[in-house]
């Protein structure tokens, strides 16, 4: 579906940016691919690392855009003849959010909005935004500004003519070995010789999702989106300490050092109030928007089934999940 089309990436030196570019490179023929990130930085290392690993001439479509999501002009110019976009721009450390609200604020929530008016004027076909298990029942500044940035690309739907462009959203948690991920956190705690780790608490769960499994997700809801969609992998959990284990082996010695602010023991990707408009499918689930303007006849994918009412997909009472062992054989490859 990229092949001949034009995809910009905003927050495109992120990991998710870094495997998504791979992504495209490696399997499509696109006519531009660009690179949107305010770091030159990062932009000059990814840019290295690419030509280094495929060469000028498979990179010599991509093109790296400084900018801000904040700069409405400059994200309008960014996104001029662009056929998809893909929002993963955001400020995510919840610390860091928590200190700075006015600045989480501007980035999360103006810059969402900022997408959102540049892909209407520019008459982009799609954009599919990154959200994030804290956005649900938030209890964060970081999950409160991700819950305003959905519902404002959601509505977004409401004001395009005729779906001209379509909106929808791709929801998951932490991932696994990406920046500020407990993986690699871990990881220089047991390399560094220590043989203890400190866990939060050890009631803890979370989801498994892996980069690619992310960009299968884009993917699909790129392909598929009519407008107002949420969609969310079917996935995983695990128990923080056997991922101690997996990572530190089954004698590491675990040290309880209590929640973080802001820290939830468990993500939750579906609400029980959402199971009135969510259906289920092979792979994934769909939360449909309820809105007087928005018809599921017109615009529901044909192969799910409306989940149970009161359901609710949580880490830590999911049907599905990884033991120590297959988590260390999970690890090898992150």
Aim: include cysteine; aromatic fraction near 12%; charged fraction near 25%.
């Amino acid at each position: 579906m990229f092949n001949g089309k034009r995809i910009i990436i905003t927050g495109g030196t992120g990991s998710f940016g870094q495997c998504f570019t791979r992504r495209l490179i490696e399997n499509y023929d696109f006519e531009r691919l660009i690179v949107f990130s305010r770091d030159e930085y990062k932009q000059f290392n990814m840019k290295n690392k690419l030509i280094e690993k495929y060469g000028e001439e498979k990179t010599k479509k991509i093109r790296f855009f400084i900018g801000d999501v904040r700069d409405k002009d400059r994200v309008k110019r960014a996104f001029y003849a662009v056929d998809y976009v893909i929002h993963a721009a955001a400020m995510k450390q919840v610390p860091t959010c928590e200190y700075n609200p006015f600045e989480a604020i501007k980035t999360n929530i103006h810059g969402a909005q900022n997408v959102v008016d540049a892909a209407i004027d520019q008459k982009v076909k799609k954009v599919v935004a990154l959200s994030t298990d804290k956005a649900v029942n938030p209890i964060n500044l970081y999950g409160g500004t991700k819950l305003v940035s959905d519902k404002l690309f959601i509505s977004a739907n409401a004001y395009t003519a005729s779906k001209q462009t379509v909106f929808s959203i791709v929801r998951y948690g932490n991932v696994a070995g990406s920046r500020g991920s407990v993986i690699p956190y871990f990881k220089n705690i047991i390399e560094s010789g220590e043989r203890s780790l400190p866990i939060t608490d050890k009631r803890m769960t979370r989801f498994w999702i892996t980069l690619n499994e992310g960009v299968d997700l884009v993917i699909k809801a790129l392909e598929q989106s009519k407008g107002g969609e949420t969609y969310i992998s079917k996935i995983p959990s695990f128990k923080i300490t056997d991922l101690a284990k997996a990572i530190g082996g089954d004698d590491i010695e675990l040290r309880e050092v209590g929640i973080r602010e802001g820290e939830k023991l468990h993500e939750v990707m579906i609400t029980s109030d959402d199971s009135t408009t969510t259906y289920e499918y092979d792979k994934h689930y769909i939360i449909y928007p309820h809105f007087d303007w928005w018809n599921i006849e017109n615009y529901y994918a044909k192969g799910g089934r409306l989940i149970e009412q009161g359901f609710e997909y949580n880490s830590g009472t999911n049907t599905q999940w990884l033991s120590v062992e297959q988590l260390r054989k999970l690890l090898i490859n992150v």
